[in-house]
């Protein structure tokens, strides 16, 4: 099995690379399509072997992934396309996909359907046949199936759709030789496949076949007539742009495109259909015409699975518990990461600087220049120690733990749960699954806002994207709220009470995330909110194994190698900073005595300041910076624990309330640099990414002065 990966940006196809590149004429190229959330990219990845994130909720695949894969000694190219709800371009996701389906030049589309819901994923199946005749609909999760007591008849189903109709289970890669077979057979097949012929009331069929030679004229077999003249009908503005940027076909500047679109469009209003109802009748018949394939071919012997999901999801989604019981998961989920790391980032650190010795002797038997031992050891290598010995053990167990409630199906309730906050904010419900992925890395968060249809809830989830802590800021708050705040409990207690703090921070980085969104509602994005159909899919038991591993490759190693390679310079440029002097004082001490007074207003210090902002890299390194500073020996020094870091800081002047604000700081203040681009990128303004970097940072100053004043306004500070 040969493989590849060259997955494409998202969004525009055009600049994407619409059509995929073939190694030989022999290649065939494959769609695969369907609903969110059926496994169409756990059949991808089954297929190719690639390691694509495939998270349990709708929209999360927003671009398209493209793999190799041999069978039966032919190649074929796989393509893995946004998952749709429809193909009548309501949303980017359904462009991307209808425009790859008419005009990838693909030789079959494989539409990925869910055993379980058979008759709602059919919506996608008629639409696609009526594109292109070359379908092979693959019904996915048939051991769910079966466990629910769900009989599908697929010899039944092939016969009344017109289709190759292949029963799967792609978890534990079940009948992919079956439905490769199938593909086989349509690629290479001379014989055009002759798929249902969904006929609509008369009205419309007339209308119909009043537009439909004109077009056939003009498009010459490159996509079907009859689904282009349906589209011309409804006013399908977004189809018109794509035939002309992938096709060259202008039919807006087609005469009698033009005359036969208005007699037909004004034959339908005579016959009491309004242009503004079209679509509706269309569906309508798209659905009976669901509705009548499932009642022969679907038999449900009992309801006890949707029973107990429905059940679950009384508990888990119930305005009395369904919040309480997502706070106690993510207080879980903070404590095992907090108790689980805390041995093996002590061990970490311990063996890098026995390394950095080892690596010091060296450079003295070499005779290397004091300089360059300085920069290599004292500044790259001590940095990249900390690094990683912080960073690594924390996300080895959150991330894994994150993505078990992803596979299980828990995430869509997690966003069921705070759409209502969100819409009070006139934002997207959506919002909230781009602020979970935030808390992996917020340049993740940036990119998850493409499954948001709405540019302006788009902009707004993309700006508040930032108030959620990122994996590299964990380290500081965790270690600030150790060191200040849960030292006097013991034993147990210790961590009980160091995860409940955790907890209590990210709960106010929720709630500044709603109240900015609605700031932003209400004043440069002003609008209200979008519908938002979410669907809560069946709960599923999480394949632990594959969690785990794909948790550490595509997360967790992935966001270390990120921290790693910013890590290298800024090493660099704090050792530079804290080894040149002017006068008595070096560079480092100099910034820090020019940003102190404005500091001190917001409970801070000039170190504290100045390690925020040369941490602009990454956020992992804003500790390390702060020790360098204060201990004034020109290097990053190795802390025997957390106690001699305490007393470090305290002997340099913190206090209770430059903890807190520190903290306060550490949440809310301009995204990384990794984030920023991401951000221009996504966005393709500089403004906006500028907008991005100011929200933060102004609540977070704002946030800041008003807890410094008040406590030293109340003398308690």
Request: net charge neutral; aromatic share 8%; charged share 20%.
């Amino acid at each position: 099995m040969g493989l590849t990966n060259t997955s494409t940006g998202a969004g525009v196809l055009n600049c994407c690379g619409l059509h995929i590149k073939r190694e030989t004429q022999q290649d065939k190229i494959v769609a695969l399509a369907g609903n969110p959330n059926v496994g169409k990219s756990t059949v991808f990845n089954s297929l190719t072997g690639l390691n694509q994130h495939t998270g349990n909720w709708p929209g999360k695949t927003v671009a398209n992934a493209q793999g190799k894969y041999r069978h039966k000694d032919r190649n074929f190219i796989m393509v893995d396309i946004p998952g749709t709800y429809s193909l009548m371009a309501n949303s980017a996701e359904e462009e991307v996909a209808r425009d790859f389906i008419c005009f990838g030049g693909s030789d079959a589309v494989v539409v990925v359907a869910d055993a379980t819901c058979l008759e709602r994923n059919l919506n996608v199946v008629l639409q696609t046949m009526e594109i292109t005749g070359k379908v092979v609909l693959c019904v996915n999760l048939m051991d769910e199936a079966r466990k629910k007591k769900i009989s599908i008849d697929l010899d039944l189903l092939a016969s009344k759709l017109g289709i190759p109709v292949v029963g799967i289970s792609a978890r534990s890669c079940k009948g992919l030789d079956c439905l490769m077979d199938a593909v086989c057979s349509v690629t290479e097949s001379s014989n055009e496949l002759k798929p249902l012929h969904i006929k609509y009331i008369d009205q419309i069929e007339i209308a119909v076949s009043m537009i439909e030679p004109a077009v056939e004229e003009v498009l010459q077999r490159h996509v079907s007539a009859r689904w282009v003249s349906l589209r011309l009908l409804d006013g399908d503005e977004s189809l018109l742009k794509s035939l002309k940027a992938y096709l060259g076909f202008d039919l807006t500047d087609n005469d009698e495109i033009l005359k036969w679109t208005v007699r037909a469009r004004d034959f339908l209003r005579e016959a009491g259909i309004p242009h503004d109802q079209l679509r509706d009748r269309v569906v309508a018949e798209i659905v009976k015409t669901c509705e009548d394939i499932t009642r022969e071919a679907v038999v449900f012997e009992k309801k006890e699975c949707a029973e107990r999901d429905g059940k679950i999801d009384k508990i888990l989604t119930s305005r009395l518990t369904g919040i309480p019981i997502m706070l106690a998961l993510l207080f879980g989920i903070l404590w095992i990461t907090i108790v689980g790391a805390n041995v093996p980032s002590r061990l970490l650190a311990s063996g890098l600087f026995h390394v950095y010795e080892l690596v010091s002797q060296f450079f003295l038997w070499i005779q290397v220049p004091v300089w360059v031992h300085g920069i290599l050891a004292d500044g790259v290598f001590r940095t990249l120690a900390w690094v990683i010995s912080v960073m690594l053990p924390p996300m080895a167990i959150f991330f894994p733990l994150f993505t078990l409630l992803e596979d299980l199906g828990y995430l869509p309730r997690v966003a069921f749960n705070l759409d209502n906050f969100f819409r009070k904010a006139c934002a997207h419900g959506k919002q909230a699954l781009t602020m979970c992925m935030g808390f992996g890395c917020n340049a993740c968060g940036v990119i998850g806002c493409r499954i948001i249809d709405s540019p302006r809830e788009r902009l707004i989830a993309t700006i508040t994207n930032s108030f959620v802590p990122c994996n590299g800021r964990f380290p500081t708050l965790i270690a600030i709220i150790t060191m200040f705040f849960a030292g006097t409990a013991g034993g147990a207690f210790h961590s009980i009470v160091s995860t409940l703090m955790l907890t209590g921070v990210i709960v106010l980085g929720i709630a500044m995330t709603i109240l900015i969104s609605r700031l932003l509602s209400k004043t440069i994005l002003k609008g209200m909110p979008s519908s938002f159909n979410l669907e809560l899919p069946p709960y599923r038991r999480p394949q632990v194994g594959r969690v785990v591993v794909r948790s550490i490759l595509d997360r967790t190693l992935f966001v270390l190698g990120r921290a790693v390679v910013v890590a290298v310079p800024a090493g660099l440029v704090i050792w530079i900073l804290a080894n040149i002097h002017v006068g008595d004082l070096s560079l480092l001490s100099h910034c820090a005595g020019f940003l102190d007074p404005f500091a001190r207003l917001i409970g801070l210090d000039g170190y504290i300041l100045m390690a925020f902002i040369l941490g602009f890299p990454a956020n992992e390194i804003v500790v390390p910076i702060m020790i360098m500073s204060y201990m004034a020996t020109s290097r990053l020094t190795e802390l025997q624990s957390l106690h001699d870091l305490y007393a470090l800081f305290v002997n340099h002047g913190w206090t209770w309330l430059t903890a807190v604000c520190t903290m306060l700081f550490s949440l809310m203040h301009w995204p990384c640099g990794t984030t920023c681009l991401t951000i221009k990128k996504e966005t393709g303004s500089l403004k906006w990414t500028l907008v991005s970097f100011a929200v933060p940072t102004a609540a977070g100053i704002a946030i800041c002065f008003i807890v410094a004043g008040a406590a030293r306004l109340l003398g308690i500070a």
